[in-house]
């Protein structure tokens, strides 16, 4: 059989990556660091001159513990979380900001989706839950986001659950 008569290529429902947000680009973040280090350099020059020579330094550990805070910020963005959904499987793929991988692999026919709602802030977790298993997903989204993702990831759940259509055409 050759790949364009792939008859058990099925066809993806759903498909979303997920990350966590970050509102601080890498440009953004060279210009902040580029500003801290001028104004931390500056006042330290001015108690130096004033003969407080040990706040100098000071000011240069602020700036390093500073950019040692921003590096664990950026590591930690390169989470992800991806789900896919076909006719026959419910794929969720996790991968921690140090590289782990973890996969589940659920048949959507028995999937549901369960929430965790707050009365004032809304959708707090989501997990799929299927014959005793629960996997907690989407956690780096916010309430409203969520409840989006919930909708669409429902409709997915569904139209996996109608199965497969046939069009000859």
Do not use: C
């Amino acid at each position: 059989m050759t790949a364009g008569n792939d008859f058990d290529a099925q066809p993806e429902l759903f498909s979303a990556l997920l990350t966590p947000h970050r509102s601080l680009s890498r440009t953004g973040f060279l210009v902040l660091m580029i500003f801290l280090s001028v104004v931390s350099f500056a006042t330290g020059l001015a108690f130096l001159l004033m003969g407080a020579w040990p706040v100098f330094g000071f000011f240069g550990l602020d700036v390093l513990v500073i950019w040692w805070a921003f590096r664990i910020n950026f590591r930690h963005a390169q989470a992800s979380e991806e789900i896919r959904i076909t006719p026959s499987e419910l794929r969720v793929r996790r991968v921690s900001h140090r590289g782990h991988v973890v996969e589940w692999v659920l048949n959507p026919l028995w999937v549901q989706l369960d929430q965790e709602i707050d009365a004032e802030f809304g959708i707090e977790r989501l997990y799929l839950v299927s014959r005793g298993r629960r996997v907690s997903i989407a956690s780096f989204l916010g309430p409203d986001e969520k409840a989006s993702f919930a909708k669409a990831l429902l409709a997915a759940l569904q139209a996996a659950r109608r199965g497969p259509t046939y069009n000859p055409l």
